[in-house]
């Protein structure tokens, strides 16, 4: 099975690239997706070995790095824990609603890759990113656009 690549976004002041850093093994489970169309992407098409845009959304709105998907889709452990963000009542083990992947920290960018600078670089004209309106925070990028991003980040 063929490696694809996925931009995912995180609010840094949530949780960021530095987060992700202090993990044991720089390793972290991408739960908290509370939208269908990204849901279906971690249940249905993203597998381990899969790579990774670490985006930071809000503040930054850059990529700072790259990260691998180590577990492919399975439920989202939060959905069942009452109290906490992204608990979901009508969620069950037996059906669950949501999905979660894990990541590892792959490598840091040199110098972190700016939307503005994203909409600068020919080749990624037509990246899910920068489409107006695109406000997934799981989304596929091409092979083209990710080396065109990874290349543009360990200059």
């Avoid at 202090?22 to 991408?30: D, L, M």
């Avoid at 889709?73 to 992947?101: C, I, L």
Wanted: hydrophobic fraction near 35%; aromatic fraction near 10%.
């Amino acid at each position: 099975m063929a490696i694809k690549y996925w931009l995912m976004k995180s609010d840094p002041d949530t949780y960021g690239w530095d987060d992700l850093a202090a993990e044991k093994r720089q390793t972290t489970c991408w739960d908290g997706v509370r939208n269908y169309q990204a849901r279906n992407m971690l249940r249905d098409e993203i597998r381990e070995g899969d790579g990774v845009l670490f985006y930071h959304s809000q503040t930054d709105k850059a990529v700072l790095g790259t990260a691998r998907v180590v577990r492919s889709g399975y439920p989202d452990p939060t959905q069942f824990k009452s109290g906490v963000k992204g608990f979901d009542p009508a969620s069950t083990r037996a059906e669950p609603r949501w999905y979660a992947v894990d990541i590892r920290r792959e490598k840091a960018f040199q110098t972190p890759i700016t939307l503005a600078r994203m909409k600068e670089i020919p080749g990624l004209r037509e990246m899910g990113l920068l489409r107006r309106g695109n406000r997934l925070s799981v989304m596929p990028v091409t092979a083209s656009e990710w080396k065109l991003v990874v290349r543009e980040g360990l200059v």
